[in-house]
């Protein structure tokens, strides 16, 4: 498989390397859960010192992971420092890297069913959260029908659950992960567009035999990575920004805390807007 811009690593025997994808997607999952459980668990508040702190260690984990990218013959020192602070801050895309199970296509078709993959990852994060509560809501009445009832019965010797406590969790959830997910998706998006020029064309950075701007490259350009570039890389910011401007005299309320805290937390309420500027 591809390490760094032009060498290759021997992948592992292939119960190995099958083993490992298995091990790297309960970790994405489990970590994922653990992340939401604390911030949950601590309320989700946006005025701590340690929030603002959080946010600037993870900022300084996303940004540094990116100095990987530029063309340079960095010693392998710098280049180990520089994988585990892009499995830190991008865990979906170091751990969950299918390249060697995928080793039989041509790497030009590898790369573009990794593309479709992270083209729908935002899409399943936010159907998968949404899903994951509401089947926990269900549990917690007892059966699959809340409005039954035997649901009712249970409501009135079992604790009830104030409005929207599940769907605030939901919101949280999906906010978190697309907030930890959204590096990776920048780089798969603009992946698609990475050419090179050799002699009197441009060639694909992850496959040298596939010519860009023609062909089933420019079709994929269309099709996969104008749309990721237009709704996820420049889309979710701003829609997030709208969000957050159009609840800006109410960013301190506890539930606009819990849902949407992630995006504005360690600013002051004056400037809410400034994670416009880091991403």
Not at 88 to 114: G, H, N, T, V
Not at 131 to 147: D, I, S, Y
């Amino acid at each position: 498989k591809r390490t760094g811009r032009a060498r290759c690593k021997v992948c592992p025997e292939t119960g190995t390397n099958r083993a490992l994808l298995v091990v790297g997607i309960v970790t994405v999952i489990f970590g994922a859960a653990g992340i939401i459980a604390l911030t949950i668990e601590t309320g989700a508040g946006v005025v701590t010192v340690s929030e603002a702190t959080k946010k600037i260690l993870l900022n300084y984990l996303q940004v540094v992971s990116l100095a990987a990218l530029f063309p340079m013959q960095w010693p392998q020192e710098v280049e180990n420092f520089f994988a585990v602070q892009s499995a830190i801050s991008s865990a979906s895309q170091a751990l969950l890297s299918p390249d060697c199970e995928l080793s039989w296509m041509a790497p030009a078709e590898a790369f573009y069913r990794k593309q479709i993959g992270f083209a729908l990852l935002p899409i399943g994060i936010v159907l998968s959260c949404n899903a994951v509560w509401r089947t926990a809501r269900a549990l917690r009445c007892g059966c699959g029908m809340p409005e039954s009832r035997l649901c009712s019965r249970r409501r009135r010797t079992a604790p009830v659950a104030p409005a929207g406590f599940y769907q605030d969790r939901a919101v949280l959830s999906w906010v978190l992960l697309l907030y930890l997910a959204y590096p990776t998706m920048v780089k798969q998006a603009f992946a698609a567009i990475a050419c090179e020029r050799v002699g009197d064309g441009y060639w694909l950075a992850a496959d040298l035999q596939e010519r860009c701007g023609v062909g089933r490259h420019l079709s994929y350009m269309l099709v996969v990575c104008l749309p990721q570039i237009l709704l996820y890389v420049l889309g979710l910011p701003l829609a997030a920004t709208l969000l957050l401007y159009r609840k800006r005299r109410r960013l301190l309320d506890e539930r606009t805390q819990f849902r949407w805290g992630l995006l504005y937390a360690g600013y002051r309420v004056d400037v809410f807007w400034w994670e416009l500027t880091i991403v």
